[in-house]
């Protein structure tokens, strides 16, 4: 082999190693966020293992200490915001912002700044958990822009109302068992 085919192959390696680092921090970002987004709600972890699949190994016997007892699924949740006091903790932080700019239209980056969490806390508020309270704008491919919807206000004091109207009953339910 000669040396120019020498350095060209070290050159690969070399890039190689760079795109499997690339894919490994990744993959360790993504990890993180996940893991500060259970932290920030706990309950996700019931929903993960209601998601997963069984194992694919012999069944164990139902009355076999092996056996897991799997907490039923969550009840369906018709309210307009999800998650949890976290998550809801985080959205009056950014309509406080946005409110008090006049609600003009702002980056995540901006918001972040502002009220004080990072992208990997504002993401979730924004696209999942409360997302139905945001206008989403801006121009495509560049910076995506958030202000809140007209009626936000009405529409948390009515969603909270809700909530508070569906706690005792879930609370009978956890008693019923016992």
């Known amino acids: 082999?000669?040396?120019?085919?020498?350095?060209?192959?070290?050159?690969?390696?070399?890039?190689?190693k760079r795109e499997v680092q690339r894919l490994a921090d990744?993959?360790?970002?993504?990890?993180?966020?996940?893991?500060?987004?259970?932290?920030?709600?706990?309950?996700?972890?019931?929903?993960l293992h209601a998601l997963s699949p069984a194992p694919s190994h012999a069944p164990?016997?139902?009355?076999?200490?092996?056996?897991?007892?799997?907490?039923?699924?969550?009840?369906?949740?018709?309210?307009?915001?999800k998650g949890g006091p976290v998550q809801h903790a985080y959205f009056l932080r950014v309509a406080e912002f946005l409110d008090s700019?006049?609600?003009?239209?702002?980056?995540a980056s901006a918001i972040c700044k502002a009220v004080?969490?990072?992208?990997?806390?504002l993401n979730p508020v924004l696209y999942k958990t409360h997302n139905a309270l945001f206008i989403k704008g801006g121009v495509p491919r560049r910076s995506v822009n958030w202000s809140l919807v007209d009626n936000w206000r009405e529409l948390t004091q009515q969603d909270t109302a809700e909530a508070e109207r569906e706690q005792p009953r879930k609370e009978n339910q956890l008693n019923l068992g016992g």
Do not use: C, W, Y
């Open 1 to 16: 082999m000669s040396n120019k085919e020498m350095e060209l192959l070290e050159a690969r390696v070399a890039e190689a």
């Open 26 to 47: 990744e993959r360790q970002h993504r990890l993180q966020s996940f893991l500060d987004m259970v932290k920030d709600d706990p309950t996700l972890l019931n929903v």
């Open 60 to 81: 164990t016997q139902p009355d076999s200490p092996k056996s897991a007892k799997v907490p039923p699924p969550a009840p369906q949740d018709d309210r307009l915001f």
């Open 101 to 107: 700019h006049g609600n003009l239209p702002q980056t």
């Open 116 to 121: 004080g969490i990072n992208l990997d806390n």
